[in-house]
């Protein structure tokens, strides 16, 4: 371990320990150059020889990276023989301390699952396959925005991999079938692992449990438990990503894809005000037009308000990206709400009582109106809407993400 306040060739003065793996010890460090604060990745010797070799690993499949949704790399080197890496600073929780306090709502679930197949659709794209997705492995920024990081145990096309004898490849409770028996792995294998994360998420439970060995045996005995807690038409989803055979597993694309279809199938409605039963007095006949006015331009223009009622479709607030959840930014934790409102075809409202004619007295008495639609009879409205929100977050035990099961003051391992 390498104390507080020493500073790495020159430039980066570590300010505390993130978290500490089987591979690597992950500080926050101030950049003194540059004056910004970032996450750096030491490797760990262990005794053995190849240490070198995987941070060099590391610091190669991440330096073709540019994607919003992957930890970037600024930098690495040597340093009094220690091997390090200077990664972005993530400056929010994991997945895996998120976790801690329950299971997320259904918006914020997805759309970290969404983000991070994004990642991995990019990866793949590139030859590379993470193997190890994990909850410890996805950080959480301040606005809940997911990025994957520890590519550690990355394989890339030419089958590069740098990973000792007799040492796990990837964590025991999100290996894939293909992974315990040893078999060939692919794009699909990190698949598995992303539905067993986003099953999590939705449960707040983690599929297999017990000791690695339980845990990794477990899957070749039966099918992950996909049950009501989890939102059609995610549970079939869910079932198709952790299917047996890797070839029956959907790509991180379409899993993204998906992601994105819901979110542009929700909509937002809001309900005009009854008109009141009684006669209207002049200033409430000026008011009575502009409402009028009012509705009928929102029928011919298509704008809309959010929901004054409730919130979007995942709970969440109506602004930012789609499909996230109601909680706060970084602290919030699933205290916030899950209610989901699925989508609503219209936009109803009442009509105004009829308006006299200029220059002659309201009728005294004005049957009660009726409901009707924003739109007239010409039939109900329908306006997209975001589903929005912000996730959130802290950690995961001693660090994970930025290391090899290891990153921001999270979980190692």
Excluded at 39 to 56: F, Y
Excluded at 241 to 248: C, F, G, N, V
Aim: with cysteine.
């Amino acid at each position: 371990m390498v104390k507080a306040g020493t500073v790495i060739d020159e430039r980066y003065r570590l300010r505390g320990l993130l978290g500490r793996g089987a591979m690597a010890e992950v500080y926050v460090a101030t950049d003194l150059r540059l004056d910004r604060t970032v996450a750096l990745k030491v490797a760990r010797s262990e005794g053995t020889d190849d240490c070198g070799e995987r941070n060099k690993h590391e610091a190669h499949a991440l330096a073709r990276l540019d994607h919003p949704n992957v930890v970037r790399m600024f930098d690495a080197g040597c340093w009094n023989g220690l091997e390090y890496l200077v990664l972005e600073h993530i400056d929010g929780p994991s997945l895996g301390l998120r976790l801690r306090d329950g299971a997320l709502s259904p918006g914020e679930a997805t759309r970290i699952a969404g983000q991070t197949a994004s990642a991995l659709a990019y990866l793949h794209e590139q030859g590379i396959v993470h193997r190890d997705v994990k909850p410890a492995n996805i950080l959480l920024d301040r606005r809940g925005n997911a990025h994957l990081a520890d590519f550690g145990t990355a394989i890339v096309r030419d089958g590069t991999r740098l990973t000792a004898t007799g040492h796990a490849i990837g964590t025991a409770s999100y290996l894939s079938p293909e992974q315990v028996r040893g078999h060939d792995i692919g794009p699909r294998t990190d698949i598995y692992a992303l539905g067993l994360v986003l099953l999590e998420c939705l449960t707040g439970r983690r599929e297999y449990g017990g000791t690695p060995s339980e845990a990794a045996i477990a899957r070749l005995s039966r099918q992950p438990v996909v049950d009501d807690d989890v939102p059609a038409p995610w549970r079939n989803r869910i079932k198709a990503m952790t299917a047996l055979k890797p070839e029956a597993r959907p790509s991180a694309a379409t899993v993204a894809g998906w992601v994105a279809a819901d979110d542009a199938t929700m909509t937002t409605t809001i309900a005009l005000p009854a008109a009141a039963n009684r006669t209207p007095k002049r200033g409430w006949l000026r008011a009575g037009i502009g409402a009028a006015a009012a509705a009928a331009a929102i029928a011919t223009t298509g704008y809309f308000w959010p929901n004054l009622t409730g919130s979007a479709a995942d709970g969440s607030a109506s602004s930012g990206p789609a499909a996230v959840s109601s909680t706060s930014p970084t602290s919030a934790g699933p205290g916030a709400s899950s209610t989901s409102i699925q989508p609503t075809p219209g936009l109803g409202g009442a009509a105004a009582s009829p308006a006299a004619p200029h220059g002659k007295a309201a009728p005294k008495k004005t049957p009660s109106a009726k409901p009707a639609s924003a739109t007239g009879p010409a039939g109900k409205h329908e306006q997209p809407g975001p589903g929005n929100g912000q996730g959130d977050g802290q950690g995961d035990g001693q660090g994970d993400g930025h290391g090899h099961g290891n990153g921001h003051g999270h979980d190692h391992g």
